[in-house]
């Protein structure tokens, strides 16, 4: 098989906007329950009681939205940078090494989206400072972490070369 790296590269970037597309449209097609999802974690209303970080709950409902509205935008560019970042480099498997390194930047924009929202948006601003980590109900921590981890495992590979291509087209 020709190039093994570069259709594994490929496939991984197309799995992962495959993901992202379930999710999007799962946030789209059951939109209330990821709304109460983010509803609860913002108010912050099932945090260990009498916690002292409450001031930084938000409570109105048109903020709820906006965020939601904004992780659902972001999960779509996720989406669309990874379904078609993952066919690029699958078109562009045999070219030349600038060539196909050059549609590797769909994949760094996907996988730096992914970890945006995954880490970013859940870990560090749900769980850290809406304090969702102290909710037995509402808490995303457990999924947010191991997709941060694979987003940035996956634009590792992403970034690796095949030697062999590489050496080929320097001599």
Request: aromatic content about 16%; glycine content about 10%; proline content about 2%.
């Amino acid at each position: 098989m020709k190039h093994p790296l570069r259709l594994l590269q490929a496939f991984t970037l197309f799995s992962a906007g495959l993901y992202g597309l379930f999710v999007f449209m799962g946030n789209l097609m059951d939109y209330d329950s990821n709304y109460q999802f983010v509803k609860h974690v913002l108010s912050m209303d099932t945090t260990f009681e009498g916690n002292a970080l409450m001031w930084r709950a938000i409570t109105e409902p048109w903020m709820w939205t906006a965020g939601y509205i904004g992780i659902i935008l972001a999960e779509g560019v996720f989406t669309a940078l990874g379904l078609i970042g993952g066919i690029k480099l699958f078109l562009r498997r045999n070219a030349d090494a600038a060539t196909f390194n050059k549609a590797k930047s769909w994949g760094y924009g996907a996988y730096g989206m992914g970890f945006v929202i995954w880490f970013i948006g859940f870990i560090v601003i749900g769980s850290e400072w809406f304090a969702m980590w102290q909710s037995s109900t509402w808490n995303g921590k457990d999924t947010a972490m191991p997709l941060a981890i694979l987003w940035a495992g996956f634009a590792v590979l992403l970034a690796m070369s095949d030697p062999v291509t590489e050496n080929n087209e320097s001599n």
